[in-house]
């Protein structure tokens, strides 16, 4: 998640366990595993709960070119951008050993995809066991022309 400030600008990476809760300041929380927590002037509170503290925040001046700072040294193409092509994911996925599910939820293949139904897969010319090593050129686009039902996801 990036927040942009008045002077700065905050990246948040959830990795695995990470998760934002929106609460009234008087709500009680995990005090053990909450690790941030932002005030905002209507007393509501965002939260950062960590049980495994794999989280990592970054911050960085305004202006700086995120992409080319340590937080997104490993992100791959985000979901809307137009360079994701059918030939980008083959090049991606062709080499990888392991299952097309773990590829696409795979930060440096894609970002933003966060979970991806069974259904999307299953429908896909490829299966959830589908070694993403064994996709061929072929079977991409009918993957691809099924995006509307993995971005809605998002």
Not at 64 to 86: I, R, Y
Request: charged share 25%; hydrophobic share 35%.
């Amino acid at each position: 998640m990036i927040f942009v400030l008045d002077r700065n600008v905050l990246v948040s990476h959830l990795r695995m366990e990470g998760k934002y809760y929106v609460q009234p300041q008087n709500e009680p929380y995990d005090v053990k595993h909450t690790h941030a927590i932002f005030t905002f002037k209507n007393g509501i509170q965002l939260r950062y709960h960590d049980t495994r503290k794999f989280g990592r925040f970054y911050l960085y001046e305004r202006g700086v070119d995120l992409k080319a700072q340590k937080a997104f040294q490993h992100c791959g193409l985000d979901v809307f951008d137009e360079s994701l092509t059918p030939q980008y994911l083959y090049e991606q996925l062709h080499l990888r050993r392991i299952t097309l599910k773990q590829a696409l939820l795979d930060q440096s293949v894609m970002e933003s995809v966060i979970s991806m139904p069974m259904k999307f897969v299953f429908r896909s010319a490829m299966t959830r066991k589908s070694v993403s090593k064994g996709c061929e050129k072929k079977t991409i686009p009918s993957f691809w022309h099924r995006q509307d039902e993995l971005w809605a996801v998002r």
